[in-house]
């Protein structure tokens, strides 16, 4: 595995595949890789000939410098974590490489960026919509891998895809969990060890509302039932809680498939997310 941090040592490395006729994936992380990145960089290479693994800590993205400062970034390890996996390039560019003086540009997909995570983290996807952008275009893959964890995201980046004419398909995949159903995300180093135990009860709060919401409940009633299910597991806060479509993300009052029900709460002052399909 290479590691490349410049755009045109990248491009040079691309340049080669394209004319010996490969196809490249591509799976875009911000490093602290876990089992969840790592299932996305056994898709990509079960799809493509060549494999980029882009690694970079988006500045932009973040809306909470605090957030920013606390992000874990281990790149030693993180380069050893996918060594058994014959990944092609490690792309790790500095930020002057992504974002150079005078850099204005914004990608911003509309509607979908509303609501949702949308709602409490402003400026957050469009920071994620410009860097993917970028990503795109400098790795020149045809394929990229996303989780299904962060779904929103998902759908915001198939959605610049397709109106940008990138050319590049893009494919989720299921969310990685521990054994007892806590979805795997580089955020949750940070919880403590009570955190950590009680940290499950948000996935079981939404596999009990998916199941009532399936037999016929009324959704309003389950929403507010999963609320207090998830406070009473040890969360402080539920940001949001929400019933939407899979395709738009449309907020759902009845059930309709294929839907997700999408949450985001607080434990230990880590802010963490999850979604389940119905
Ligand atoms: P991140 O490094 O958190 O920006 O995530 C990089 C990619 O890994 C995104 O496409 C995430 O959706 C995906 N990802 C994060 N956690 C998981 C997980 N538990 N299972 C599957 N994919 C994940």
């Not at 875009?28 to 494999?51: F, Q």
């Not at 204005?104 to 609501?115: F, I, M």
């Not at 395709?247 to 607080?266: F, I, Q, Y």
């Amino acid at each position: 595995m290479k590691i490349i941090r410049t755009r045109a040592d990248l491009r040079a490395a691309t340049a080669a595949w394209r004319q010996a006729g490969e196809s490249i994936g591509v799976v875009p992380t911000m490093g602290a890789l876990h089992e969840g990145h790592l299932s996305l960089v056994t898709a990509a290479k079960s799809t493509a000939d060549r494999v980029i693994v882009t690694l970079f800590v988006n500045p932009r993205q973040f809306n909470n410098a605090a957030d920013l400062a606390a992000y874990p970034r281990t790149e030693t390890s993180d380069a050893e974590k996918l060594g058994p996996f014959a990944v092609d390039v490690l792309y790790i560019p500095d930020p002057d490489q992504m974002y150079p003086k005078g850099f204005a540009t914004t990608v911003s997909v509309g509607g979908l960026d509303q609501g949702l995570c949308g709602a409490h983290r402003p400026g957050h996807f469009d920071g994620v919509a410009t860097v993917v952008t970028k990503l795109f275009i400098q790795t020149d893959a045809d394929a990229a891998f996303f989780g299904e964890k962060d779904f929103q995201q998902l759908q915001i980046v198939r959605t610049l895809a397709r109106d940008l004419d990138l050319h590049i398909r893009v494919i989720g995949c299921p969310t990685v969990r521990e054994a007892d159903g806590f979805a795997l995300s580089s955020r949750n180093v940070r919880l403590g060890s009570k955190a950590r135990a009680d940290a499950p009860g948000l996935y079981r709060a939404l596999q009990a509302a998916a199941a009532r919401i399936n037999a016929g409940d009324p959704v309003a009633d389950v929403i507010g039932a999963a609320r207090a299910a998830i406070l009473a597991a040890g969360y402080t806060e539920v940001e949001y809680l929400e019933l939407r479509s899979e395709d738009g993300l449309e907020p759902l009052t009845a059930p309709r498939t294929p839907a997700r029900l999408l949450v985001a709460a607080w434990i230990d002052g880590v802010r963490l997310i999850d979604n389940i399909r119905l």
